[in-house]
């Protein structure tokens, strides 16, 4: 039976309880055990999929189509193992299925409350599809005291009691601030966090604290004094330079150490020798680029997290440093604008929606093919550069998309219907938002002998997917024509996948996200073929 890591956090919120659940999958994983990792989420919304970036960051994808929060990307690129649509709930999830049960009559008449059909609906869901792991982590959203999380808190509090003795540990991570006035850290925040958890029933097993430097003995011994731990449960999370280096510093802390003590296991010492590569190279890189990301959300670097994190993993592959600018796309409206890219190695339009800005990523795309400067167009950014193509090279001015409003030359529309496996799936102009997309992973078909056919190493991929418009196939003669080659098309050849330029040092667009699945130790190869056309360009100037 699998053995349940709850994680909670106190004092503030964006501590990195999402990282450290990620780190500590991959200590686990390293000492030979398998892992989960979940998260719960107190929002009402039913999936971070219609909520803006700016207030919620990232949404990441699954391979079975679940727009889920950001943390679910950590835990990939720490473990390796693929996140599905029942890692991540929320309390909007929760109650959209009660209600529906209740509506339904399921629950003959009876009265229906949080405790204990919300509560129980929580459990099923941490407790699902868990019989073969060893270890099922499980984050909990938001710090404890906030109103929303208490039915997550009170589900996992039930829990440590269903569960048999020692399959239930509980991690709280804290902040122990320094306050230079007084010269010293201070505990007391910690300890009215802790005794706010242990007032709603949770004993921590440890406690993780955040600092920016060394916790004196001391403290520690204070700390697990007041907060009822032994003083080696007690663990320091000290910042590091990158957040690859996080598994090494949990182990120097014998965090995963205290994790087994806890649940009265022993295992032999982790391996940790693709970490300590991936800090080398973090560390020691042989030389640099810079690679301009043109965006939308770029006042908030969340909303791109595993876009940046998947160019430093290629920047890893190819041992140097990458050095991200990042340019709202609103600036290269301007004439003068564009002169900000004239200094940097590559171009990105990573992914987006609406109108705002698409004339500045237009701007950005025509400036990389005139200039010879490696262009990797994302989603929206192969939209992007499709349309760009088509005003400037294929003779079509007002070439658009209908995402934009009506045209005369819809280059690029709404989808109304593909093929998912054996089943062929709709949508309509005036459906709901959420959930309307294509998601997940789907194949494409890729070109013999095409760049991203050499990169690959295979003519057949599979990658994840989020989007509500296509480029019309209807266009594609007429742009291959003018030099574009549209190297990916989905297995029926209805819906374009990949365009490129052959002639160009190398200028990709892609309609899907590989970034989704780039990992540290297995960098996606599309980011490290990029990173190395940086790195070629940059050797040029």
Known sequence: MARFIFITGGVVSSLGKGLASAALGALLQARGFSVRLRK?????????????????????????????????????????????????????????????????????????????????????????????TDFVLVEIGGTVGDIESLPFLEAIRQLGNDLPMHHAVYVHLTLVPYIPSAGELKTKPTQHSVKELRSIGIQPNVILCRCDREVPEGERRKIALFCNVRPENVIQALDVGSIYEVPISYHAEKFDDRILDAFGLSAPPPDLSRWHEIHRRWTQPEGEVTIAIVGKYTGLKDAYKSLAEALYHGGIANNVKVNIEWLESETFEKADAIAHLEEVDAILVPGGFGYRGVEGKIAAANFARNHRVPYFGICFGMQIAVIEAARNLAALPHASSTEFGPTDEPVVGLMTEWVRGNQRETRSQDGDLGGTMRLGAYDASL????????????????????????????????????????????PDGQLPEIVEIPDHPWFIGVQFHPELKSKPFDPHPLFASFIKAALDQSRLV
């Open 40 to 132: 719960l989420d107190p929002y009402l919304n039913v999936d971070p999929g219609t909520m803006s970036p700016y207030q919620h960051g990232e949404c990441y994808v699954t391979d079975d189509g679940a727009e889920t929060d950001l943390d679910l990307g950590h835990y990939e690129r720490f473990t390796g193992v693929p996140s599905r649509r029942s890692d991540n709930v929320t309390t909007g999830r929760i109650y959209q299925t009660i209600l529906t049960k209740e509506r339904r009559g399921d629950y003959l008449g009876g009265t229906v409350q949080v405790i204990p059909h919300v509560t129980d609906a929580i459990k099923e869901f941490v407790l699902a599809d868990t019989d073969d």
């Open 447 to 490: 070109k013999p002998h095409s760049r991203v056919a050499e990169i690959y190493g295979t003519t057949a991929i599979s990658e994840r997917h989020r989007h509500r418009y296509e480029v019309n196939i209807n266009y594609v003669p007429k742009l291959e024509a003018q030099g574009l080659v549209f190297s990916g098309l989905s």
